[in-house]
């Protein structure tokens, strides 16, 4: 059974950081690719950031490209976001996810494992 627990979020004023954690339980993190996700209130869930199973491959969308950064370790068996500059409407709920391949994907239908999300507040 695999957990994902995030950690980090919470609130910060616009232009400001913040850096997400997601901590995996089990022992086939390092084998599968990883992506956090985000969930605004009346909003559908979106692709944030992915990474591989090794780390040397990442992917985000361009609107976000520049202002985050995905990373993992994987010898802590965790998965990081650095969040700079950010704005009132990156304001979600902020979800890490473990992908069932080793490459990244960007639809949530291809990950199989879940966090429990971690509330981001941006205030301008």
């Known amino acids: 059974q695999v957990q994902l627990v995030e950690s980090g979020g919470g609130l910060v004023q616009a232009g400001g950081s913040l850096r997400l954690s997601c901590a995996a339980s089990?022992?086939?993190?390092?084998?599968?690719?990883m992506g956090w996700f985000r969930q605004a209130p009346g909003k559908e869930r979106e692709f944030v950031a992915g990474i591989n199973w090794s780390g040397s491959n990442r992917y985000y969308p361009d609107s976000l490209k520049g202002r985050f950064t995905i990373s993992r370790d994987n010898a802590k068996n965790t998965v990081y976001l650095q969040m700079n500059s950010l704005k009132p409407e990156d304001t979600a709920v902020y979800y890490c996810a473990r992908s069932a391949r080793t490459y990244i994907q960007t639809k949530s239908q291809e990950y199989n494992y879940w966090g429990q999300g971690t509330q981001v507040t941006v205030s301008s």
């Open positions: 089990g022992r086939t993190f390092s084998s599968y690719a």
